[in-house]
């Protein structure tokens, strides 16, 4: 979907990447209809600092839209930090699902996370049912992951290698969707 720009680790990288070099963001072409033309179409807004205190919060966070010359659709752009469609980060996803795929219960992840166990069940229900589209990606592209006997092994040996949003920046360049 090429939704994800790489490398941006962090909002306050972002914030000053958006303030400084916007052209960064900008697609090269349209993910509605390939046109290589689009123009800065504003912000919208997302409360993706979940972990700061209200006083030290860096939201709301502006993230770039964008218009096709070609088509008039927008697009948006998101830094690696921020999960499309998802309240929660990357970096906090990957905690609860590394706790699952080690054996933990949703019960006892939902324990240890302070999360609700419906969020982790749809997380853990999303990689198991992507997971395979995302495995042979990611296999074709790192073949040292191919040793890895099965999902959970698969998947502790990726996000040994990578964090887990490098793992979707790729797996988004690549053209899949991710959530
Ligand atoms: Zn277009």
New binding site residues.
């Given amino acids: 979907m090429n939704r994800i720009v790489a490398s941006i680790l962090t909002l306050q990288q972002h914030l000053n990447l958006l303030a400084n070099s916007p052209v960064i963001y900008r697609p090269t072409f349209?993910p509605?209809?390939s046109?290589g033309k689009l123009w800065c179409h504003g912000c919208y807004e997302r409360k993706a600092d979940r972990l700061a205190p209200a006083s030290k919060s860096l939201n709301p966070i502006p993230i770039p839209r964008f218009i096709?010359f070609?088509?008039r659709?927008t697009c948006s752009r998101l830094p690696e930090c921020i999960a499309p469609r998802r309240w929660y980060d990357w970096a906090f996803q990957q905690v609860v699902l590394l706790l699952l795929l080690s054996g933990c219960s949703l019960c006892q992840c939902s324990r240890q996370c302070g999360l609700d166990r419906r969020t982790i069940r749809r997380w853990w229900t999303w990689l198991n049912e992507r997971g395979q589209a995302f495995e042979w990606m990611l296999r074709s592209r790192f073949p040292e992951l191919g040793r890895s006997v099965n999902f959970e092994a698969f998947w502790q040996n990726c996000l040994q290698t990578m964090p887990l949003s490098q793992v979707m920046a790729i797996l988004d360049r690549e053209g899949l969707r991710v959530p």
Avoid: L, N, S, V
């Fill in positions: 349209c509605h209809c046109f096709c070609g088509c659709r």
